[in-house]
């Protein structure tokens, strides 16, 4: 079974224009966790989730230690909540996008978001341009209907 047989074609996603709030807005509000950014013409830019809006919020990894520190303070938090409305999308977002082909198996397409740790992928025809989406779920179903079970 290919990619293009179980992808799903009405892809959501974002322009990059809107503001990380809106984003997230957007994406709590369809009860996801990401959304590909994708251009008028059809040019993937980049991936954004929720986990840009939590290293935004939250400080990084350190190296020196290993550990993740992050600081409680609310007022700190809302000020950072606050400062969504002034970065954009583009500035947020992940650039360095796993993505796979309409013509991939699906145990490929598993095996790269295995290793990849990644949960959804857009999906690129011939000329690089998105048809489509998959996600760990959508591989899963697919898996199971070749199975027959």
Known sequence: MKVKEIMTKDVKSLSGEETVKDALDIISRLEISGLPVIDKDKNLLGMFTEKDVLRIILPGYLTQVGAFVYG??????????????????????NKAVETVKEDTSLSEAARLMLTKNVRRMPVLDANKKVTGIISRYDVLAGLRRIAEV
């Open 72 to 93: 409680d303070d609310p007022k700190n938090i809302k000020n950072k909540f606050l400062n969504l409305h002034n970065l954009k999308v583009t500035e947020a977002m």
